[in-house]
């Protein structure tokens, strides 16, 4: 029998803003968080990703490398980004290939949601469950897969 190649979930090479929050067990490395910011437990935020000041990540998330969230976000518990669409039948190892995600300013994303690469203008709302496949350019409430607009909001 071999050895297991293992790592530690650990925090790595990450940029800090004044008075981040880290509830442990997470797994962050190469990425940059804003002032403010929590994160809670079982989270990983994986490299090339940046985090706005004040932006609230609950447990059990995913942050998939090249996301940017703006400042104010909340990120509610159970969801998941992801950039590689395999477009070819199965997972592309190009990372230069995968798309890139892009939360505005003040975006509140519900517990389970699934963020692919897309973007999303300042203060939508998606609901808890959604997948969003589409860009989201009219603040207001999506939910649904895909994420449609539920209402707009003033």
């Known amino acids: 029998m071999g050895e297991a190649n293992r790592h530690q979930a650990g925090v790595r090479e ?41 932006c609230r990540i609950q447990s059990h998330s995913f942050i998939c490398e090249y996301v940017t ?24 190892p190009d990372p230069a290939s995968w798309g890139r995600i892009q939360l505005g300013q003040r975006v509140v994303v519900g517990s389970n949601a699934t963020i692919l690469a897309v973007t999303i203008c300042d203060e939508a709302v998606i609901g808890a469950g959604s997948v969003v496949t589409r860009d989201i350019e009219q603040k207001g409430i999506y939910a649904g897969n895909p994420a449609r607009l539920v209402r707009p909001l003033p």
């Open 69 to 92: 969230l703006g400042e104010g976000c909340f990120i509610g518990h159970g969801v998941m980004f992801a950039n590689d669409l395999f477009r070819d039948g199965r997972p592309n």
């Open 14 to 54: 990450v940029i800090f803003g004044e008075g981040v929050t880290l509830v442990e067990p997470v797994n962050l490395y190469g990425c940059q968080l804003g002032d403010g910011v929590f994160v809670g437990p079982f989270v990983e935020i994986q490299r090339h990703v940046q985090i706005g000041a004040g």
